[in-house]
Nanobody, 111 residues
Framework: VQLQASGGGLVQPGGSLRLSCAAS?????MAWYRQAPGKQRELVAA???????NYADSVKGRFAISRDNAKNTVYLQMSSLKPEDTALYYC?????????WGQGTQVTVSS
């Protein structure tokens, strides 16, 4: 399983970004995590079994996870960004019980 994440960058508070994660093939269980300096990696958003979605409380109403199955790609649309959203964002896939990670894409929210 190969995961290629992209779309990070520098954005002002209140701005938006869309992250993309392209997988080498279609995988149902995909998610986005993030890790800020000095903090543990945390779940941001995920597709759960049955196609439902799950979000961290801190991003509910601001972030949205979506997917394009034809492109084997999962997206994270981030809106109303805050400085505390600054982190390295990782794409994650779970396949036959094994976890796979993309290389991470940096999101920095700063004025």
């Amino acid at each position: 399983v190969q995961l290629q994440a992209s779309g990070g960058g520098l954005v002002q508070p209140g701005g938006s970004l869309r992250l993309s994660c392209a997988a080498s093939f279609s995988i149902n269980d995909m998610a986005w995590y993030r890790q800020a300096p000095g903090k543990q990696r945390e779940l941001v958003a995920a597709f759960t079994s049955g196609g439902n979605t799950n979000y961290a409380d801190s991003v509910k109403g601001r972030f949205a996870i979506s997917r394009d199955n034809a492109k084997n790609t999962v997206y994270l649309q981030m809106s109303s960004l805050k400085p505390e959203d600054t982190a390295l964002y990782y794409c994650n896939a779970t396949y036959y019980g094994f976890a796979y990670w993309g290389q991470g894409t940096q999101v920095t929210v700063s004025s």
